[in-house]
């Protein structure tokens, strides 16, 4: 009885495992062959970054003159994986495709979502190094699309690795764009100040020309120098002449009245009209004396207003030139700096790059028909033989069960 039993237990499962092994077969052949596209990326940005520096003779310097600035080459950063594969990924990208998609003949009737798109697309990298606080990811990305079409398959493959390299070097590149945006609005700016502080010099130097200012004070100067020496001449005359005015008056209070002497009346008369000349040219020296007083007190004025003037233009110029000078040196600076987000720009323009496109696949990926069969003929194998036990198994203990129950009490 048993060895029926297991006779016809192994007859009826090779008789299920092949009619589902059929089915299955049969079932699989309906379903179309997929193929997979896959593209290589390689992480290898340009390795430029600006440096300046002083040149040795002159850092010892207050004032330095000038900064030496290049361009130095330096080792490619390690770049986290799992940030790639977020932007690859993102809804964003995943929209693009599918609206890429949509537009294919064979898409045109079929309804598509992001989920589909995103069960479709594949993006991996290994890990080169996993230490005990941090990971090290190959440089390669792995990009895979599949679908029915091995043609569209690799063309939709690169169109996804290329809208991820735009987008990267778009997140890349906006905050250099807007740094740049705002070196340019600065130098503006500051170009337009120092174009202000030229003119204004060329204005001050047009109104008032400060070497002609100051040869002015000094032909004044000179002038007034010289009045003084004829002014120190003028008093040495005029006391000369005080002194021959008081001989010639006590030489006539000391004369003793006499009888003139025929003949001596001519002297009275020279030596009073002499007396009177003294005083008369004493006077006039005098008044030439005040005249030249005022002459001094007249360009003295003049002179203190050319120097307050001078002055006030000179440090106005020297404040200018000043100012000119600071935003001249500001100016250059933003404009190393400028030149330094340029590079930078131009640097991020090489973050990824294709290292193999992805070509027409000439195998098919899928489906795997025969895994398939294997694993529905192994479950039928396993679930035929446990499902008759049990059935047998139950039948046994429900006939034992009407018989307890039809036994007379």
């Known amino acids: 009885m048993r060895l029926f039993m297991i006779r016809r237990i192994i007859l009826i499962t090779v008789i299920s495992v092949i009619v589902v092994g059929a089915i299955t077969a049969l079932t699989t052949l309906t379903i179309d062959d997929y193929y997979t ?8 940005p340009v390795p430029l970054n600006s440096k300046d520096y002083v040149p040795s003779i002159l850092s010892e310097r207050d004032d330095i003159p000038y900064r030496v600035s290049f361009l130095t080459l330096n080792e490619v950063p ?16 995943i929209e693009k495709i599918l609206l890429f998609l949509s537009s294919k003949e064979e898409f045109k009737n079929v309804k598509l979502s992001r989920s589909k798109i995103r069960k479709s697309l594949s993006i991996k990298s290994k890990i080169f190094f996993q230490g005990t606080n941090q990971i090290q990811y190959q440089r390669i990305i792995q990009l895979q699309f599949t679908t029915k079409n091995p043609e569209l398959s690799a063309e939709v493959c690169n169109y996804w690795a290329e809208l991820g390299m735009t987008k990267i070097e778009e997140l890349r590149q906006g905050p250099i764009k807007d740094g740049i945006a705002y070196l340019e609005k600065t130098l503006d700016e500051k170009k337009a100040k120092l174009e202000a502080k030229r003119k204004a010099i060329e204005e001050l130097e047009a109104n008032y020309h400060l070497p002609s200012l100051e040869s002015r004070i000094g032909e004044l100067e000179n002038q007034i120098t010289s009045f003084r020496i004829q002014q120190i001449n003028l008093t040495l005359e005029i006391d000369q002449l005080e002194k021959m005015i008081s001989i010639n008056k006590d030489r006539q209070g000391t004369d003793i009245p006499r009888t003139p002497i025929p003949g001596n009346e001519n002297s009275s008369n020279a030596e009073s009209n ?6 008369k040219e004493q006077q006039l020296k005098i008044s030439e004396k005040e005249a030249i007083q005022k002459q001094i007190s007249e360009l003295e004025t003049e002179l203190t207003q050319l120097r307050k003037l001078f002055a006030e233009k000179k440090q106005q110029k020297l404040s200018l030139e000043s100012e000119q000078i600071q935003i001249k040196q500001i100016y250059e600076n933003l404009n190393t700096t400028y030149q330094y987000a340029l590079a930078n720009l131009e640097k991020s323009q090489s973050e990824l790059r294709f290292a193999s496109k992805a070509l027409t696949p000439r195998q098919k990926a899928g489906p795997p028909r025969i895994m398939y069969i294997l694993c529905i003929m192994v479950l039928t194998a396993i679930a035929v033989p446990t499902i008759y036990i049990g059935v047998l198994v139950a039948n046994y203990y429900l006939n034992k069960f009407e018989k307890e129950l039809s036994l007379p009490t």
């Open 37 to 44: 596209a896959t593209a290589l990326l390689v992480m290898t």
């Open 78 to 93: 390690t770049f986290p994986m799992p940030d790639y594969e977020q932007i690859y990924t993102s809804d964003e990208i």
């Open 274 to 279: 002499g007396l009177e000349d003294l005083k």
